[in-house]
Structures are given as C-alpha cells and as structure tokens.
C-alpha cells in the first residue's frame, strides 16, 4: 500500500471507482461475489463509494461449490444493503463437458467456469449500463493465481494494488463478517480446494517474498523466493496483452 493507514488506502479505492464511472458515465458496479475474502472486499469498498443503490452483487455457484459460500454471499449482501442475485451455472458448465471436444479435469473445468462467470458479470454489467468490478489483490496477480481471462478480466480493479495481506486489514476496518475473514481462501474449483495447499506456498510467505523480491530487483535472496520468481515469470503473459504486431 502507498498510504500508512487503512482510512487513507480506503479513501484512494474510492476515488479510483468514482472516477472511473464517471468518466464512463456508467450507474453502478457489479461484483461476483463468492463467498470469499477478495469479492467481499471489492464489494465493500464499492458501496463506500457509490451507495449501495450502485452496487449489484451475483453469486455464480457451480456444481463444485459450497452452500456455506452461497449463505456468506448472502449475509454480506444483507449487512452491506445490496442486491444479491444468484445464476447458477452448473447446468451449463455440466452441459458443456459432455461434449467429446471438451477435455474434462478439475483445472480446466474451473477455468471454463472462471470465464463463464466473466462472460455472465458482463451480460449482467451491460443491460444495468453498469462497469464490472474486478477483485483481485497484487499477490494473485504478479503469481499469475487467476484464470486467464476469467476472474482476472474487469473494468476496474480496485485492489490490484494490495498485497493479500492488505485485504485483511481493509477487511478488518470495513467491518467484513468474520465467517468470511476467517475461512480459507479458495477458488471453489473442485471440494475443499484450498489455494495455499494447491500453491504448496502461505499468503503471509507469498506477500513476504513477493515484496522482498520488489525490494532487491527481482533478485532472489532464500530458496523461497527462487520458487515464487519462477511463478512471477511463469505468468508474465498474463500480465500482458496477447502478443500482436500493432
Ligand atoms: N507463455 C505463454 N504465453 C501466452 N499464453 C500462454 C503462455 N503460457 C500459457 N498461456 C495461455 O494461458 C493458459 C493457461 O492459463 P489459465 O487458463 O489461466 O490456466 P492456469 O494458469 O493453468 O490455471 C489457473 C490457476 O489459477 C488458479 N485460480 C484461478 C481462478 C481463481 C483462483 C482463485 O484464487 O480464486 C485461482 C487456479 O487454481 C489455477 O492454479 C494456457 O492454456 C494458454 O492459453
Ligand atoms: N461462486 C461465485 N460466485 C460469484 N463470483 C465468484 C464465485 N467464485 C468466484 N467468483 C469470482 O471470482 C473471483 C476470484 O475468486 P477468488 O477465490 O480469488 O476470490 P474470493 O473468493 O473473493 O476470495 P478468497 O477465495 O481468496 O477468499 C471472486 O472474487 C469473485 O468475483
Ligand atoms: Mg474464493
């Protein structure tokens, strides 16, 4: 974070929304809100900016996902005063896999899930002439621990800029149920998928090396940070438009 306190990183996310819906001239935002720590967020400081009237939540469960994810939805929505709706994709996305051209394996399932609940955010945002609101924090995104296209894709992202351990904090002033602080973080693509055990890497160990890395030059210091400069290099495309001629 660029600022000492949380009051004044709350204050930058706000102005970095309000901004960009004026000058898109869109009503409001949409967030896909899993039950998770990063959307519970994104959804918090969207409503600190713009009334809880211009906030439009979606919860999008699959097949793979939990009830307990759809209630912590659902609570969220309530305390923070916005619309909750709930599209389920696992008909379609089960659909979809029956095909013989499609490769069925629980990662290329959750990423074919990931871009579909993309494609519905924006065929929501679209019709409420509203922006769709990304939710991924700076740890996920220089470690490349999104779906290509899928959660990373958004019109805004407010908290690109925060290490996942910022999240917590702008968590902990927002006043996010602690049913959702304190569960696992996880992206819900096969039962009981927890990101830290598929990393085989803790978010304090990630942050910890991630900002160690910024520090010295992307110049690796301990094993640690060898192996996760392996996964910032692995995922440099996506951190860059495809590759063109333009
Ligand atoms: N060098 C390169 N240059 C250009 N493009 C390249 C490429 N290498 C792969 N690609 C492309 O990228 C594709 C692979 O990327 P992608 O489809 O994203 O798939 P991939 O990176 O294999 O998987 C996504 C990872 O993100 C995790 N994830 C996803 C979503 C949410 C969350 C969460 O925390 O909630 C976590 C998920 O658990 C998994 O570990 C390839 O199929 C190929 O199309
Ligand atoms: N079931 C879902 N319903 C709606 N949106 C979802 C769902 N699953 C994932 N998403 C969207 O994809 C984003 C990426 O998922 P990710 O798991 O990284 O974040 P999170 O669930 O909000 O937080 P975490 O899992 O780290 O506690 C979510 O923030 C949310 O916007
Ligand atoms: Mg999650």
Redesign the pocket.
């Known amino acids: 974070m660029q600022c000492n306190d949380i009051g004044c990183a709350v204050t930058r996310i706000k102005d970095l929304i309000r901004q960009t819906l004026w000058a898109s001239h869109a009503k409001g935002i949409v967030v896909g809100v899993s039950g998770g720590i990063d959307s519970a967020v994104a959804a918090a400081v969207a409503v600190k900016a713009l009334g809880p009237e211009h906030v439009f939540a979606v919860h999008l469960p699959s097949s793979t996902s939990s009830p307990q994810d759809q209630i912590d939805a659902a609570e969220l929505c309530e305390t923070l005063g916005i619309e909750m709706i709930i599209v389920p994709l696992g008909t379609v996305v089960d659909a979809a896999f029956e095909h013989p051209g499609m490769t069925d394996t629980p990662?290329l399932r959750?990423?074919y899930t990931?871009r579909l609940r993309m494609a519905t955010l924006y065929n929501i945002a679209a019709s409420r002439d509203s922006l769709v609101c990304g939710t991924s924090n700076k740890t996920?995104y220089m470690i490349?621990?999104?779906?290509?296209w899928?959660?990373s894709a958004a019109d805004v992202q407010p908290l690109l800029h925060l290490w996942k351990k910022d999240v917590y904090a702008v968590a902990e002033e927002l006043g996010i149920p602690v049913s959702i602080i304190k569960k696992a973080?996880?992206?819900g693509?096969w039962p009981g998928q927890s990101?830290e055990r598929?990393l085989g890497i803790t978010y304090c160990e990630l942050d910890a090396a991630l900002i160690s890395l910024e520090a010295h030059d992307f110049v690796p210091e301990t094993p640690l940070e060898e192996t996760v400069l392996a996964l910032v290099k692995k995922s440099s495309?996506?951190r860059t438009p495809a590759?063109n001629l333009l």
């Open positions: 990662l959750g990423n990931a996920e490349g621990y999104t779906t290509k899928g959660d973080p996880s992206a693509f990101d598929e495309h996506k590759a």
